[in-house]
Every structure is written in C-alpha cells, then in structure tokens.
C-alpha cells in the first residue's frame, strides 16, 4: 500500500520560522510536516488528493517502482519575498513536463491545475519551513509512481501522485565556478531513451561517474551523446550554455536532453540582453573554444563554469561579476524572488485563501 490520503487532522501550526538554523541549509533532506498524496486506479484519471503528515509509508514489495523503475520527480521552488509574499517559479512548466513523463512511462497523470494546486497546498502546509528572504527557498519535491503491484504482468493497477517540500541552500557550494569533468566513456542517456523526462531511471546510473569525478576534484561531469559520443549534453542535474561573442548556445532538445524550466527562462532573458540564442547540436570544441560556459537549473539555477577538463586537458573560462552568467543570475532570481516586476507572468503568488 502506498501513502493513504487521509485528510490532515492536526492544524497548522502558526509560528511564521520553523526551528531551523538557516545559514548552514545545504541541499539535503530536512523533515517538513506535511505532504500532499492522490491516487488513481488504472483506467480513472486523477482525483483532487490530500495533504496528511509527512511520514514514512507502506508500500506492496511488489509496487511497479520498485521493480521496473516506473517513477518520475519534478523539482520546483517557493520563495519568501521581503514584502511577506510567497512565490512559486513556473510551476504550470514542471506539470507538463511531468504529464510528458508520464506519458513516457505508461502512467496516468495529474491535470495542469491539480498540480498547481498540489503544490499549492504544500507550501502553504509547510509555511514555515520557506526561508527568509535571501537565507534559501522551499525546494518542492513531486513524484509520480507505479505503486501498486506486478509481477510480469502489466498494466500497474495503482499510481500515487505525493509531493513533499524541504527548505535548501546552494546545490553546488563553490559559487566562484565549478570545475567539470568532460566523460568520454560514461553516456548519461541515449536516442529512444528517457533521457529527456525526469524518469528517476536517469539519475542513479550515473552516480558512480559523478562520484569517481567528485574524487578526482572535480565539482560535476559533463556528458557526451551516445550516439557519436562527440557533442555535448548536460551535466549530471543541469542543462549547460556556451558564449561566444553575441552568441549564446545550448544543446537543442532531442530526446536526450532535460527540457529544462530554467534553460528555457535563461534562453528568453538572454534574448531580452540582446544576445542571439542558438539551439544547436555543440560539439566539444566549440565548448573549448568558448569564452564562457555556465549550467542551469532549478537547483543549479545559474552557476558559472570556470574550467572543463576532457582527456586530462583542461580549459579555463571567463567568470566573475562581469561575466554573462552572473547577469543572468542576478535577472532570474530577482525575478523568482519578486524582489523586481515579474513582466513575464513566471511567479505564481500564493495566499492563504487558497483552497486547492
Ligand atoms: C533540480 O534541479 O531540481 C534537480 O532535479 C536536480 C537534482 C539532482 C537536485
């Protein structure tokens, strides 16, 4: 049995800060108090769920997640503006990205607005747990999964739609540029694959790459295509631009690269600036002979590249407060923070009269 949606009994309680020394949050779990849980029956659609206390849950050894990987997550964020709002970035943009996974997957999905209002009802049940302003945001977790039971047989008579919060600092700590390893072996996914929704299939495979990297001193690795292993893809969690000039380019969606909510704001403000934005096929030495290199995502946000290292050479990139990375920064979380005007229609505030 997966999580059941029993309505939430104890009331929320009504201290504005959670006991939590915000300075030293990093990017790791944090218990929070409430998650929101629906579920749906193979053939039903969706039925509006319920937020219950965040707690461990039961589920069928058998569930459809644990055998066949049939899963994928969203990751979205709340923020805490000076003026006592709160505002979440885009999420109408992690609902269809969820409905494509889903769809990948064999798995019935939630409507656009059930999962605005889902993750709704989560900020507002784990107020308290949103940061102050400037001191890190509410990181929102949904998942969507097979959970009910097979063997062999298919389809998976049970899904659950749940979706949790915690409150985060930076992703990646060194803030004065990571340092990438370029993999030449390792493919993070390929053509036909689910390399381009957020199936929790894609992650772990590589995390013995990553980890190698990390021992070796590097902050990240950057993968290559499978299919000609010579053009560049993402990071681990991030999708990567190159600068030359007035020219800003990022590997074009395929099938194989995360359609990134971030990338896909970055690529509207660097058009705002001015600069011409080109979704193309990268292959590495245009990576190489770039004059600045940055990565994006929803923890990443925008963070700066200061070298790559492919077959033990490395190359060295523009960073600093001049570069164009830190302009975009600057511009994005002014915007997700509601410290400027959102001209865009990307913030979506939520208030307390919101009833799901
Ligand atoms: C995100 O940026 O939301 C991700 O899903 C990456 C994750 C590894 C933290």
Redesign the pocket.
Known sequence: MAPSAQPLTTSVPDEKYANVKWEDLG?GFVRTDNMYVAKCKHGENFQEGSIVPFADFHISPCAAVLHYGQGL?E?LKAYRTEDGRIIIFRPDQNGLRLQAGADRLCMPYPSVDQFVSAIKQVVLANKKWIPPPGKGTL?IRPILFGSGPILGSFPVPEYTFLVFACPVGR?HKDNSGLNLKIEDKVRRAFPSGTGGV?SITN?CPVWKTLAEAKAQGFSDVLFLDAATGKNVEEL???NIFIVKGNVVSTPQISGTILPGVTRKSIIELTRDFGYKVEERVIPVEDLLDSEEVFCT????IVTTIASVTFKDKKSSFKTGEKSLAAKLFATLTDIQMGRVEDTKGWTVEIDRSHQG
């Open positions: 990017f997550y990751g990181y992703y957020k992650y681990f969690a991030s995502g929803t923890a990443a």
